[in-house]
C-alpha cells in the first residue's frame, strides 16, 4: 500500500459520560466527567491513520453547526484532508457514551447528518483519488443510504484502482448478511469485532466465522477480540496475536484506532502478522484514554511503547459468550 487512504464513514460528536455504573431514572447522579470528543468510525480512523503518518482523505458529512466545526478541526489538526467533507442542514451525528468504571461502554445515538451521506452517487473522480491506493469504509450499517448502494461504492472503487478494507459496526436494524453478503468479494481485509462475526455467522470461534465469510466471497477477514488481541485469516494463514496487558479507562473508538493502525502498517510495508501485533498497540494505547482517539501516539512512539509493554496470555479462540471451539494458531 505505497499511497494514501480514502476514509469515509460516519463522522460523530461523542458526549462521554464516566463513570456511570448503575444509572436509576429519576435520580441525579454525580459523575467525574463529562466531555466531548470526535467519534464514528470515519471519523475515528481517519484521525488514527494521520496520527500514525499516513496521508488520509476522509469522505463524510456533518451538519452545519458547532459539533460538526468541532469535527472538522479535530481532524485538520492531525492532517487529515477534509476537503470532501460535505456540510448538512440536519445536525452533526451525535452519540451519549455512558462509560462504566470497568471501560465499558453503552452508545445512545443520533443519526443526524448521517443519514443524508451517500444519498446521491459517488463517483471516485480522479480529483478525488489523486494520490490515494486504498478505500476504507467505516459504518456502513449506520450510513442508511449507503445500504442501498454498498456493491455499486466498493465495487467502483476496485475499478478506480482502489484495494479495498471495511469495517462493519453493529447494525442496529439485525440485517446483517442480507445486505453485507452481496458486496463481500469487493472487499479485500473485512475488519469485525467477536460480537459483529457472531451476529454475522452464528459462529462461536473466529475461525468459525472467517470460514463461513470466506465461503461467501470474503478474501482477508480480521476479527477483534477486545482483551484477547485479534485473529487474522490472511491468504492460508491463520494466527491469534496477544492483547497488550494495560489498565483500560474506555474502549471507545478501540476497533476504529485498530483498523487504522492496521492499515498503516501495511503502509509501511509490514506483514500481517506485523500489522496486528501493531494495531494491537494501538487499541491498547487508546483504551487508556477516554475518548475515541485521545490514546494514539504517533508510529515511531508506538514502537517504543511496545518494546516494553507485555501481552496478555492468549485464551482460546472463542467469541465473547460463546462456546469453546478450535483455536487459531498462535502468534
Known amino acids: ?5 480514502l476514509c469515509s464513514g460516519n463522522l460523530v460528536l461523542d458526549i462521554l459520560v464516566r463513570p456511570v455504573d448503575r444509572p436509576v431514572w429519576g435520580t441525579t447522579s454525580r459523575v467525574e466527567s ?3 470528543h470526535l467519534g464514528g468510525n470515519g471519523g ?5 491513520l494521520a496520527k500514525l503518518g499516513v496521508p488520509v482523505r476522509t469522505l463524510g458529512m456533518v451538519g452545519r453547526d458547532a459539533f460538526g466545526d468541532t469535527i472538522l478541526e479535530a481532524l485538520r489538526a492531525v492532517g487529515a484532508g477534509t476537503s470532501y467533507i460535505r456540510r448538512s442542514s440536519a445536525p452533526t451525528a451525535t452519540t451519549v457514551g455512558l462509560v462504566d468504571s470497568r471501560g465499558n461502554r453503552m452508545f445512545l445515538h443520533q443519526l443526524g447528518s448521517s443519514e443524508e451521506m451517500f444519498s446521491e452517487p459517488f463517483e471516485f473522480s480522479t480529483a478525488v483519488c489523486e494520490g490515494m491506493s486504498h478505500y476504507h469504509l467505516g459504518s456502513p450499517f449506520g450510513l442508511p443510504k449507503l445500504r442501498e448502494r454498498l ?9 478506480a484502482g482502489l484495494t479495498t478494507s471495511l469495517d462493519t459496526m453493529w447494525d442496529a ?3 446483517w448478511i442480507q445486505d453485507l453478503a452481496c458486496c463481500l468479494r469487493y472487499i479485500g481485509i473485512l475488519f469485525l469485532n467477536e460480537d459483529e462475526a457472531r451476529a454475522l455467522t452464528g459462529a462461536d470461534t473466529a475461525a468459525g466465522a472467517a470460514r463461513r465469510l470466506r465461503e461467501l466471497g470474503a478474501h482477508d477477514v480480521v476479527v477483534k477480540l477486545g482483551g484477547n488481541g485479534c485473529a487474522a485469516f ?3 494463514e491463520c494466527f491469534q496475536c496477544p492483547a497488550y496487558d494495560v489498565e483500560v479507562v474506555d474502549t471507545t473508538g478501540a476497533g476504529d484506532c485498530f483498523a487504522g493502525a492496521f492499515l498503516a502498517a501495511l503502509h509501511r510495508g509490514y506483514s500481517y502478522r506485523g500489522a496486528s501485533r501493531f494495531a494491537c498497540a494501538a487499541a491498547a494505547l487508546n483504551v487508556g484514554k477516554l475518548g475515541g482517539v485521545e490514546g494514539i501516539l504517533p508510529f515511531d512512539e508506538t514502537l517504543a511503547w511496545m518494546t516494553a509493554a507485555t501481552t496478555r496470555p492468549l485464551q482460546p479462540d472463542r467469541l465473547q459468550h460463546g462456546n469453546a471451539g478450535v483455536a487459531a494458531s498462535p502468534e
Open 1 to 5: 500500500m505505497k499511497g494514501g487512504v
Open 34 to 36: 463529562i466531555s466531548q
Open 44 to 48: 475515528n480512523t481517519s484521525y488514527a
Open 151 to 159: 456493491p455499486d461504492v466498493l465495487s467502483s472503487a476496485r475499478r
Open 173 to 175: 436494524l439485525g440485517r
Open 234 to 236: 490472511h491468504g492460508g
